[in-house]
Nanobody, 123 residues
Framework: QAQLVESGGGLVQAGGSLRLSCAAS????????TAWFRQAPGKEREFVTAIRGSSSSTFYADSVKGRFTISRDNAKNTVYLQMNSLKPDDTAVYYCAACAYCVIRHSHGYPYWGQGTQVTVSS
């Protein structure tokens, strides 16, 4: 089983950057897809980005294309989310999730989740 831990959140001004990390407790994940979702207070959880281990294919929500980049370091069992040109609308708790096979953009199909890390973007 996979256990995920997010880190790297914080408070930044609009236009700034942050890099989030999602680390697995074991050296090898028994999953193929790792994704980032986010949730703001009073709003539903939404898809941000994902990466496939088998093909290295990446997927992005339209709202973050050109600003966010997902990547992985297999030696460290870690997936990263580089966030540039941050906007106040990016403010949310960011969650790392993983699955062996699922509909990539739908949160209900992911069995493994981290605890979340807060990202706050001020204007």
């Amino acid at each position: 089983q996979a256990q995920l831990v997010e880190s790297g959140g914080g408070l930044v001004q609009a236009g700034g950057s942050l890099r989030l990390s999602c680390a697995a407790s074991s050296r090898t994940l028994s999953t193929d897809i790792t994704a980032w979702f986010r949730q703001a207070p009073g709003k539903e959880r939404e898809f941000v980005t994902a990466i496939r281990g088998s093909s290295s294919s990446t997927f992005y929500a339209d709202s973050v294309k050109g600003r966010f980049t997902i990547s992985r370091d297999n030696a460290k069992n870690t997936v990263y989310l580089q966030m540039n040109s941050l906007k106040p609308d990016d403010t949310a708790v960011y969650y790392c999730a993983a699955c062996a096979y699922c509909v990539i953009r739908h949160s209900h199909g992911y069995p493994y989740w981290g605890q979340g890390t807060q990202v706050t973007v001020s204007s």
